[in-house]
């Protein structure tokens, strides 16, 4: 089974900010990434698939890179709405795993 | 617009029998694998298994092999996730998901259900 690791577990951010969030793979698992973004009592969103291809309806400041074992998630100009927690989810194999995700705070 | 809407909040004891369900709608149900996702109060996301519902082709994740039971029902294109003997440690809420990518068991989720959290206590 595929370990994803993400970092860092929690990050302080101000509305304006670019941030960027980490996910790791134990081992390559080429494009086949996703990032999903969950506000508190909500299904989760699919906002990145195939690394870096955005949902339907995902705004633009929403990138995603990598490839292999290291990939990213980029918020450019950070908005308040965009406070939640933040997956990314390996489906290179079944099953699929998620990362522990990374939890944005103002 | 296509939806995932799952039956409602559940309160059981150990040892009682569930099932839940996830109605679809708004897209061509048996070309797509649809699964479930725990998520234990405050923690992530895992797997429990997917099911396509074309040929109910089913796989679980290892935690819940032979823990659970995943079935569609073509005629109301419902998928429902069931367990025979529920545990305190199966107090979470429930997801389901559809896959992205039609007839691929490995896809991203695109559409989620609302989830359905169940709760077994004595």
């Known amino acids: 089974e595929k370990v994803m690791t993400q970092s860092p577990a929690t990050l302080s951010v101000s509305p304006g900010e670019r941030v960027t969030l980490s996910c790791r793979a134990s081992h390559s698992i080429y494009r086949n990434l996703a990032w999903y973004q969950q506000k508190p009592g909500q299904a989760p969103r699919l906002l990145i698939s195939?690394?870096?291809t955005r949902a339907t309806a995902v705004p633009a400041r929403f990138s995603g890179s990598g490839f292999g074992t290291e990939f990213s998630l980029t918020i450019d100009s950070l908005q308040s709405d965009d406070i939640a927690v933040y997956y990314c989810h390996q489906y290179s194999d079944w099953p699929g795993t998620f990362g522990q995700g990374t939890k944005l705070e103002i | 617009e296509v939806q995932l809407v799952q039956s409602g909040a559940e309160v059981k004891k150990p040892g009682e029998s569930l099932k839940i369900s996830c109605k679809t709608s708004s897209y061509n149900f048996v070309e797509y694998w649809i699964g479930w996702v725990r998520q234990v109060p405050g923690k992530g996301l895992e797997w429990v298994g997917i099911i396509f519902p074309g040929d109910s082709e089913t796989r679980y994740s290892p935690s819940f092999q032979g823990q659970v039971t995943i079935s569609v029902d073509k005629s109301i294109s419902t998928a429902f996730l069931q367990w025979n003997s529920l545990r305190a440690s199966d107090t979470a809420t429930y997801y389901c998901?559809?896959?992205?990518?039609?007839?691929?068991?490995?896809?991203?989720?695109?559409?989620w259900g609302q989830g359905t959290p169940v709760t077994v206590s004595s």
């Open positions: 195939g690394a870096s």
């Open positions: 998901a559809k896959h992205r990518m039609p007839y691929n068991e490995l896809s991203s989720l695109d559409y």
